[in-house]
């Protein structure tokens, strides 16, 4: 069974700077792509970056700059390092990944930023 559990959600001030972190544990297999979405009250959840098993990351225009995907060696971690944050930021953030097999995709349980003006 595939679980994804994230971590490093807060509450902090704006310009501050958080890390979170995705925890990958199961028999995924191969997996094509880790990523972070979130979702605010009222609104759909989006990308906000994205990161293949070449290395090729993507990230919404909103983050550019601000906001860093990564993983570990062994893929069995993400990681979204947030800087310079923005009351716009605040959201619930989710982690994802993207498996071979079936394209099969797989959601953690979020973790909630606010960021306080």
């Known amino acids: 069974q595939v679980m994804l559990v994230e971590s490093g959600g807060a509450l902090v001030q704006a310009g501050e700077s958080l890390r979170l972190s995705c925890a990958i544990s199961g028999n995924t297999g191969t997996i094509k792509n880790l990523g972070w979405y979130r979702q605010a009250p009222g609104k759909q959840r989006e990308l906000v970056a994205k990161i293949s098993n070449d290395g090729t990351a993507n990230y919404a225009d909103s983050v550019k700059g601000r906001f860093t995907i990564s993983t570990d060696n062994a893929e069995n971690s993400v990681y979204l390092q947030m800087n310079s944050l923005k009351p716009e930021d605040t959201a619930r953030y989710y982690c994802?990944?993207?498996?071979?097999?079936?394209?099969?995709?797989?959601w953690g349980q979020g973790t909630q930023v606010s960021v306080s003006s």
């Open positions: 994802n990944i993207q498996i071979a097999y079936l394209l099969a995709e797989f």
